[in-house]
């Protein structure tokens, strides 16, 4: 990342981001907000917006969780642009949240990617890693 906040998008990531889908408008960038279950930005395209736009929409219209999962979703969603060289320009209010400059780490997670500071990644990615070999030697047990 640049000292203008600006990240320059896997082209990848980007082909993924600007794939249409029904009911969502399409825009030449990203959905970007503080990632709801790890301390880092998540972004994606319109099937990322899909897919949390109908978690909340399971809940009734005046449901106490449905009003919480909006303020956090749509609140604090970013509509993040891509410029002639396919970056995005992230705002300094969530670079600040999750202490992100100069060097960051981008996490592919299929229709959508994280952007983290590095060390939080690390100590992140460990404890997934453990989560992953525990659901896998539980997994094994029940084939035996």
């Not at 907000?33 to 949390?52: D, K, V």
């Amino acid at each position: 990342m640049d000292g203008k906040r600006r990240l320059l998008v896997p082209s990848d990531y980007r082909a993924s981001a600007l794939q249409p889908h029904e009911g969502v408008d399409p825009f030449e960038g990203v959905y970007c907000f503080a990632a709801i279950n790890a301390p880092c930005l998540e972004c994606g395209g319109a099937a990322f917006f899909a897919t949390y736009r109908d978690v909340i929409d399971e809940y009734p219209k005046l449901s106490p969780t449905r009003a919480a999962l909006q303020r956090r979703f749509y609140a604090s969603m970013n509509r993040l642009g891509f410029d002639t060289a396919g970056r995005i320009t992230l705002p300094e209010k969530l670079c600040d949240q999750f202490n992100l400059s100069g060097d960051v780490v981008l996490a592919g997670l299929g229709e959508s990617f994280q952007i983290w500071e590095p060390s939080a990644y690390e100590a992140w990615a460990a404890e997934q890693d453990k989560l992953v070999e525990d659901a896998f030697a539980k997994r094994e047990v029940l084939y035996q």
